[in-house]
């Protein structure tokens, strides 16, 4: 049944290379490490070399109007929305057939937020259409434990890239710390809590420790 469908959109694939193996990315960061703008940059590429691509995002806000992935550097594209529920597979697989154009390439931000099973999907849409499809996003959440879309990329990705950024004592950013108004370390809530610089703070491991100890005495003094 696959075959059969392979062999339908061969046979209807604008684009050359036929026998172009596509690949599923995932590439991660810590927040502020540029991997919308990347993403973005890759965008801009492909449009320069007249190559058919589609961005992607989760909606994780319903207040959220304008579909647009954005970057703090002032550029924006359009996108189409994944909803929690949404088959990935089934919808790709329908633009496909509609629009007689298989996707040379799929760039997907905030891919944290993507189900295991949108991954799964996206895995099948990689090997079934020979479309690469690439997703940015965070490793892990303010408790610095996997989301599960991340999880599930680490699990099933051909080619995985760390985008790296720098604490302000020098190392690696590895945490996606959440903080209060006040700039203390938070250290228990939901998971998913939408915010940017006023929210959270992106820190190595060493600093993230050193500042929950601070947090967590400047808490214990306020009590006592
Ligand atoms: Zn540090």
Known sequence: MVGSGILRIFAVRKTTS?????????????????????????????????????????????????????????????????????????????????????????????????????????????DDYGTNVVCYGLRTDFQSHLFEGSRRLFELADSIDEIKSTCSCGRKTIINARIDSTGQIVTDGAQVEIGGDDKYVALCRRCWRNRRIESASRNTIKFD
């Open 18 to 126: 036929m026998n172009t193996t596509g690949k599923l990315y995932f590439r991660y960061g810590t927040m502020g490490s540029a991997k919308t703008a990347l993403l973005l940059t890759q965008a801009y590429n492909f449009e320069e070399r007249g190559m058919e691509y589609l961005c992607m995002k989760p909606i994780i806000d319903d207040r959220e109007k304008d579909n647009v992935i954005r970057s703090r550097i002032g550029i924006e594209r359009k996108c189409e929305w994944i909803y929690p529920e949404m088959d990935l597979y089934a919808t790709i697989k329908e633009l496909y057939e509609r629009t007689l154009v298989v996707k040379d390439w799929i760039l997907i931000d905030e891919s944290q937020f993507l189900s295991e099973s949108q991954v799964d999907q996206l895995a099948r849409i990689v």
